[in-house]
């Protein structure tokens, strides 16, 4: 069965982990009408925004976590998609039982056909990894009968990785295995980043990166109209009746 309007969930470790990694992707499903939502394991507010408490000289974790909600809800709004704030702290996240039952319950009544969550080596940034096994984790549990009885069991969506942090992607091992042209939503995704003020460096990183990624993706696929483009790996199997093919610039004839 193909699934026209597939549902989109990401998992982040931090706010605004979903901006930098898959915005462009998001952003277009939501425009064709899907449901994408966000879920946020933390606000990143220890570890990931620096100048929340720089210029707010005296402020508190409470302070910077009332920044950052306002900052990613803003970003998600940019993209036209939910947000969720699980609110369990970073630097370190920590994985509890309660708290893989919580994200199981996220999975559960969001029920994605497609989940998107962290590469599951960030040697520099651990609490990215620790999101990324805590996702699978969840997502197995989530078919168990047995884990929080009474909710309806989830059966596996299909589950892609995200590509690691910059400027140290590769020092995560990732090798991307499928690519999405993200040149028509590229405007949204710098909208979304330039909300999230407490990490603005994001903008020039990752425009850098989706023409990097646009640059690989036109040498396979000769589509030069190719301008940016995000990167994923797969973590469930591909099953169908076909193997999936590039999007090429001219369809070529196949003889089989
Ligand atoms: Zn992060």
Redesign the pocket.
Known sequence: MVIEQPRVLCV???A??FAARCAGALAHYASKGCAVKVACWSF?ER??SADSWLNNPGIDAEGVKTIRRQEAGDAAKALGVDIEFLNFG?HPCEVTAGRLEKLVSVMRQFRPDLLLIHWTHDPY?T??AIIGEACIKAYRMAKGPGVNPGEEQLHFPDVYYMEG?LPLSEHSRFIPTYYVDITETFQQKTECMRQLKSQLFMEVRYRQLAEFRAAQIRSFTGNQGIQYAEAFARFTPWSGNTLPLFERQTVRKFSY
């Open positions: 982040g470790a931090h605004a982990d990143g570890g990931e970073d940034n609490d990215h942090s």
